[in-house]
């Protein structure tokens, strides 16, 4: 596979032997997230990301907790985002007041937006990328 990459080296000495497709589960989920799976699911889904045994445990999770986790952390990607693409603008040239503009009136809700105490997830709506319950 890698012989075209390493021309000049025999095929035994090829520095790259595999490449895998798996996840480092500790280091892929985030650490808020994963406190919630400790809590519900117990230590061992780290070590044992497909034991459905412990995956079967996630039910336990309620759903105004598990959506606060998730928009906890949707908010802290988007301030991110925002905070990168101001500084990129700014790096580029764009005046001060410019990287401002779309704050207001578009795109997902500002850091000074939040969803009320208690709020539960839609109950309808695409659900692609998202974990959704069944028999509830």
Same mark, same amino acid.
């Given at each position: 596979?890698? +012989? =075209?990459?390493?021309?000049?080296?025999?095929? $035994?000495?090829?520095?790259?032997?595999?490449?895998?497709?798996?996840? %480092?589960?500790?280091?892929?989920?985030?650490?808020?997230?994963?406190?919630?799976f400790d809590r519900y699911l117990g230590y061992?889904? =780290?070590?044992?990301?497909?034991?459905?045994?412990?995956?079967?445990?996630?039910?336990?999770?309620?759903?105004? $907790?598990?959506?606060?986790? %998730?928009?906890?952390?949707? $908010?802290?990607?988007? &301030?991110?985002?925002?905070?990168?693409?101001? =500084?990129?603008?700014? &790096?580029?040239?764009? +005046?001060q007041k410019e990287t401002h503009g779309g +704050?207001?009136?578009?795109?997902?809700?500002?850091?000074? %937006? +939040?969803?009320?105490?208690?709020?539960?997830?839609?109950?309808?709506?695409?659900?692609?990328?998202?974990?959704?319950?069944?028999?509830?």
């Amino acid at each position: 596979m890698w +012989r =075209k990459v390493w021309k000049s080296f025999p095929v $035994e000495d090829v520095p790259i032997g595999s490449i895998t497709n798996g996840v %480092h589960m500790p280091t892929w989920v985030a650490p808020d997230m994963a406190q919630l799976f400790d809590r519900y699911l117990g230590y061992n889904w =780290k070590e044992d990301p497909d034991c459905m045994r412990i995956w079967n445990n996630a039910e336990a999770i309620p759903d105004a $907790e598990l959506w606060r986790t %998730h928009e906890r952390l949707r $908010e802290r990607l988007v &301030d991110f985002v925002r905070r990168r693409l101001r =500084k990129q603008l700014l &790096d580029k040239g764009a +005046r001060q007041k410019e990287t401002h503009g779309g +704050r207001r009136g578009s795109g997902p809700p500002g850091p000074d %937006h +939040r969803p009320s105490p208690g709020g539960s997830p839609p109950t309808s709506g695409p659900t692609c990328c998202s974990w959704t319950r069944t028999g509830s």
